[in-house]
């Protein structure tokens, strides 16, 4: 059941029911109701009866929890400040937050290098901050350098899509052309990286293009043009 | 006023050069020894050109550092009496003295070794005392010319000169007059090969003339390279004849 | 340009591999320029520039003015370009001093109004006492790389198509006569330079570059953000259609061989040919658009030319 809602739509929420607000949506202080504040699409978990509106933006705010692609712009007596997206705030990574770290043992990350990471906190009035290892258990997790492949760019929405999906078949189309590994960062960034220069090259292309177009009945057919036309041009 | 004759039948040019010939080419370096780490005076015809290098030093503040390599910059001054009349505005902040800097510094960035200095800055400061015509070129070997004595590690020389064509025959290093008369080329040529490491062109030149001005423009260089090296040689020699008087 | 563009590692890396396998990411050729569309608006000397995904708009207007007083015989040409974050969060708002912002506006400058392109005898109206003054405003309102190239087809594109009002000097006083009342002229345009610009890629080290022979180099045409942000050289090659090179510039940068960067001259003359081509022709068509009631509303008589 998916709905449009826009700004100063009302979200038909009952009142006397509490609800779990998440993104998206606004509890006026003054009547008590529940207000969207994004366009998007309105989704209600009954089981757990929250509220949220999903819409797509172009900025990254970081929120706690998310798992992001950051780029390491600069290197500090204690963290490194990394770049989630262009043109907005840096945020810390320290080197503490990385499996096994101790204050001899350091992470040995140089500038310019991706990360795999979660967002740790998350103030509005703070420098946000990531981590490389699940910070619970203190144990690896999947996070960390990302070595060689190449990064695309794409909507927040995209990615998301991407990542929390199952149904979405983008990836498993992928997956029939060949071998990859990916990494997807809700802050709109997507790592792949294959065995071979055309192979990355395809993925890449390809997924630029499917960000672009509606229409997953379309992914296939794009999908099969860029591999192909990778292979022929680096054949000749 | 009759028309200038660039180029007489005789094959004769304004200042009675030969097509091909250079202007005098007189250099010395080390001439300010206490102000500066490295430092050149260049008279590439009327072109005079000082030359100051400081560094690699201390970067004056935090935003020039760089973790990876020094960071080079090129300030330009134009004096106000370096032409025959004197101009009344200053020539800092004009468009076309940032472009000279950011042109020399992009060449030089490329032809130091800038990655054996990380965390430093080098200030390259060029006073045009006088100019007449081709003072590009004359700032690129000036420039050469201080890093050299600085010390600032490079892998090659790079020499400028400014090439004119007038009709179908290339000028070598053009003087102001010819300038305003011909259209020229400057060129930045890395060493004794044929590579550019500059290369500007300002007025109308036919494409399929471009060539020939090239290869004039990069034989001229080579001997303004091989002038410099004399220079140079002459002043180390000097230095270790001293050192073998004290000893 | 563009300090706030981070770029990782990982993307230079795979660009400049995937360039040595001679790929590019946008799947183009080394020498292919991308696919330009030239747009104009309602009034003359308006227009809309997109090459790839950049986009450049340019206006001509023109007014009455003194001209100087040491060319008294010319009209007055400016050039404006102001860049605003609106090309992209890298351009600060009213600063022009940047590098590559001097640049970009110093080359448009050398290769349109420098090399005479616009016929500024043409705008004297009373010599020593009025003149027209033509300005042409150049918004950059997308980036992806080559602005140089986007803005020179836009302004001369809008020059080419701009239209001023007729005038009537009678003595000393100059009548205007608005567009509606009588047909306005075009500006003399003496010839169409076209930039075209070069990227230079080192796939080796410095030091191959500066002592080797083998000039592996890698140029490629046209280069998108990405490419223009990772480019270690660049040439900007500015040609006309009576093959005359009307400006060159390459500021430093990876040193290039002679006769690499010779035939990076004779690759922008094809190119610029074929600019030049299309802005004519859209020209063309639009004039045609603007006119197709002419043959409906003209009073002539048809005459039969067999009679």
Not at chain 1, 144 to 152: A, F, P, R, T
Not at chain 3, 201 to 210: I, R
Request: glycine share 8%.
């Amino acid at each position: 059941m998916s709905e449009l809602v826009l700004p100063g739509d009302s979200l038909g929420i009952h009142d006397g029911v509490p609800v779990i607000l998440g993104p998206g949506v606004s509890c006026d202080p003054m009547t008590q109701e529940v207000i969207p504040v994004n366009a998007g699409v309105r989704h209600y978990i009954e089981k757990k009866n929250t509220v949220y509106v999903d819409y797509n933006a172009k900025r990254y705010i970081p929120a706690v929890g998310d798992l992001v692609i950051g780029t390491i712009v600069s290197t500090f007596a204690d963290s490194y400040k990394v770049s989630l997206s262009d043109f907005s705030a840096s945020v810390s990574l320290s080197y503490m937050s990385f499996p096994n770290a101790t204050k001899k043992n350091r992470p040995t990350l140089q500038v310019g290098d991706l990360v795999y990471a979660r967002v740790l906190t998350a103030e509005k009035e703070l420098e946000a901050e990531i981590e490389c290892m699940d910070s619970v258990t203190g144990v690896h997790a999947g996070f960390g350098l990302l070595e060689n492949g190449m990064v695309i760019s794409v909507p927040l929405s995209f990615a998301r899509t991407l990542l929390f999906n199952d149904t979405f078949p983008l990836l498993s189309t992928l997956a029939q052309s060949c071998q990859f590994e990916i990494a997807i960062g809700i802050n709109g960034r997507i790592w792949v990286s294959t065995d071979k220069i055309e192979n990355t090259l395809a993925c890449y292309r390809s997924l630029n293009l499917c960000a672009k177009t509606n229409d997953s009945s379309k992914f296939k057919q794009i999908i099969k043009e860029q591999f192909k036309l990778a292979a022929n041009v680096i054949e000749e | 006023m009759s028309r200038l004759e660039v180029y007489s039948p005789e094959g004769l040019r304004l200042d009675g050069r030969r097509w091909n010939e250079l202007r005098r080419f007189q250099a010395s370096i080390s001439t300010h020894a206490h102000s500066a780490d490295g430092s050149s005076y260049l008279e590439q015809g009327n072109n005079k050109v000082v030359t100051l290098v400081r560094g690699p030093g201390e970067p004056a503040s935090r935003g020039q550092l760089d973790g990876q390599r020094a960071t080079l910059r090129v300030s330009v001054n134009v004096t106000k009496f370096s032409k025959f009349e004197r101009s009344r505005t200053s020539h800092r902040n004009e468009r076309r003295v940032l472009e000279i800097q950011t042109s020399l510094r992009r060449t030089f960035e490329k032809a130091c070794l800038l990655h054996l200095y990380p965390r430093t800055a080098i200030d390259v400061e060029l006073h045009v005392l006088e100019q007449d015509g081709g003072v590009l070129g004359a700032m690129i070997n000036g420039i050469t010319l201080a890093l050299v004595d600085a010390g600032v590690a490079m892998w090659d020389y790079v020499a400028g000169v400014s090439v004119g064509l007038h009709d179908q025959t290339p000028l070598l290093d053009c003087n102001s007059l010819e300038e305003t008369a011909v259209s020229t080329v400057t060129l930045g040529v890395v060493g004794k090969t044929e590579k550019l490491s500059l290369m500007v062109v300002e007025d109308k030149i036919p494409l399929d003339r471009m060539e020939n001005v090239l290869a004039i423009g990069i034989a001229g260089a080579h001997r303004i390279r091989d002038l410099m090296d004399q220079e140079l040689r002459k002043h180390a020699k000097n230095r270790i004849d001293n050192l073998a008087g004290k000893q | 340009m563009a300090k706030d563009i981070v770029i990782s590692n990982s993307e230079r890396e795979f660009i400049l591999e995937s360039l040595r396998a001679k790929q590019r990411l946008d799947g183009r050729n080394f020498d292919e320029f991308r696919d330009v569309s030239i747009v104009f608006g309602n009034e003359y000397g308006d227009v809309l520039v997109s090459l790839g995904g950049t986009k450049v708009h340019c206006r001509i207007s023109c007014e009455v003015t003194l001209p100087y007083e040491d060319r008294p015989f010319e009209g007055l040409f400016l050039i404006s370009t102001e860049f605003t974050p609106m090309a992209g969060g890298q351009f600060e708002n009213g600063n022009s001093t940047g590098e590559d912002e001097v640049l970009i506006a110093r080359i448009i400058e050398k290769a349109v109004r420098r090399s005479g392109a616009l016929d500024v005898e043409g705008l004297c109206i009373v010599a020593g006492s009025k003149c027209w003054a033509i300005r042409a405003d150049v918004h950059f309102l997308d980036c992806d790389g080559g602005f140089i190239d986007a803005s020179c087809i836009a302004v001369m594109a809008a020059l080419m198509h701009f239209k001023k009002p007729d005038i009537t000097v009678q003595g000393h006083s100059v009548v205007v006569h608005p567009v509606e009342e009588r047909e306005p002229v075009p500006l003399g345009i003496l010839h169409v330079p076209i930039c075209v610009t070069f990227s230079f890629f080192n796939p080796q080290d410095s030091e191959t570059n500066f002592k080797g022979q083998d000039n592996l180099e890698i140029v490629v045409t046209d280069a998108t953000l990405k490419e223009e942000l990772l480019r270690e050289g660049v040439l900007t090659v500015t040609l006309n259609k009576n093959r005359e090179v009307v400006q060159v510039s390459k500021a430093g940068g990876l040193p290039m061989d002679a006769l690499t960067l010779m035939d990076c001259c004779h690759k922008a003359y094809e190119i610029t040919d074929k600019v030049t081509s299309q802005i004519i022709a859209a020209i063309k068509q639009d004039y045609a658009q603007r006119d197709r009631y002419a043959a409906v509303l003209s009073s002539e008589n048809a005459r039969d030319a067999t009679a």
